[in-house]
């Protein structure tokens, strides 16, 4: 059985969650970097049919793929979805609105096309929306599509965000099954910025089968290899979400969330390297046992310092964070490699 075979196995095991088609499997607001001004933000995630990869088996590490919609939306759902979405917007006065599908926003099987223009027509009019970023799959990334987008926001910024995960074309194969290559990645990037889209990259954090050094090296080697194809790096720590190949893992006591102290170096390392590159995480989880974490003493404050120089890019906010646990975590990057990825302590 491959990798996407018992990936599959555990998708079918699993079952989707029934609610109304016509309103969004989740919204809600935070703050993100604006031309290097800290803005208002709206994130919606649409219920849709699915990302086509995930239901044919997908990523190790992702459940996002229970979100969608046990049967496929209608285009009144879609656009019944934004506007409940938009709700939370009330007290707004500017934001970015980011639109995710669990899937990709620019696949037409998922967001219609003409819907798809309805939906950007209404942000374009919204003068209080300064940008909107939607996630995709490379291979959605086309001429046509770019230009559908961007004909529509003439006056709003528009940025694609893509998750990369890894510039290895084995890591990403072989540990996460993301199901495209490096090149198409980098095809994307080229023709969107050919259109003055802006690009981000999601990049994934430990995924399974690599130590803690293992997954800190190939960040470190994946940045240096997208710094001058992205305008945005996001680095994911990877997380054990429910119905996933990672979770399977955990349970047999196979995979440990990445330390904290593991992205703070890190994004330090990185943010030294290219100081013009916003470079930014959000350690989703942490502090808990299936999200990164160090010790319980200092995974909350740790996770709000990364969060407080992902809006500053103030690398100097990380410098000076300690624990005792700091020992423990360098000890475990010198000898995890001999458990080939399985944790020393949990």
């Not at 208002?40 to 219920?47: A, P, S, W």
């Not at 994911?236 to 593991?262: A, D, K």
């Not at 994004?267 to 930014?280: A, M, W």
């Amino acid at each position: 059985m491959n990798l996407n075979d018992r990936i599959l196995e555990i998708r079918q095991q699993q079952r989707i969650k029934k609610a109304p088609n016509n309103e969004p499997a989740a919204v809600w607001t935070g703050r993100d970097l604006l031309q290097g001004e800290v803005t208002d933000t709206l994130t919606l995630i649409f219920k849709t049919s699915g990302c086509w990869w995930g239901i044919k088996g997908g990523c190790t590490m992702c459940g996002f793929v229970y979100d969608r919609a046990s049967t496929p939306p209608s285009a009144e759902d879609l656009l019944q979805q934004y506007e409940k979405a938009l709700e939370r917007s009330s007290g707004l006065q500017e934001f970015i609105v980011k639109i995710f599908t669990s899937g990709s926003f620019l696949d037409e099987k998922e967001i219609d096309a003409q819907v798809r223009e309805t939906l950007l027509n209404k942000m374009e009019a919204d003068e209080r929306i300064k940008k909107v970023l939607v996630e995709t799959r490379p291979e959605f990334v086309t001429e046509d599509t770019l230009t559908s987008c961007t004909e529509v926001l003439k006056n709003t910024g528009f940025e694609i965000a893509i998750g990369l995960e890894t510039s290895s074309d084995v890591i990403r194969k072989r540990s996460i099954n993301k199901g495209f290559t490096y090149a198409g990645f980098s095809r994307a990037a080229h023709l969107a910025h050919e259109k003055d889209v802006t690009v981000k990259a999601y990049l994934l954090l430990k995924p399974p089968f690599l130590s803690e050094t293992e997954g800190m090296e190939d960040i470190i080697d994946t940045v240096d290899d997208i710094a001058d194809l992205v305008d945005t790096v996001s680095i994911n720590l990877c997380n054990v979400q429910r119905g996933t190949f990672v979770e399977r893992l955990w349970e047999r006591n196979q995979y440990r969330p990445p330390w904290l102290w593991s992205i703070v170096q890190i994004l330090i390392e990185s943010k030294k390297k290219y100081p013009e590159l916003v470079i930014t995480s959000d350690p989703v989880g942490a502090g808990s046992k299936r999200g990164p974490h160090n010790c319980r003493e200092c995974s909350h404050m740790v996770a709000d310092a990364i969060r407080d120089y992902s809006l500053t890019q103030n690398i100097a906010i990380l410098k000076n964070l300690n624990c005792d646990c700091k020992e423990e975590w360098e000890k475990v990057l010198e000898l995890d490699g001999l458990t080939f990825g399985c944790p020393i302590k949990s």
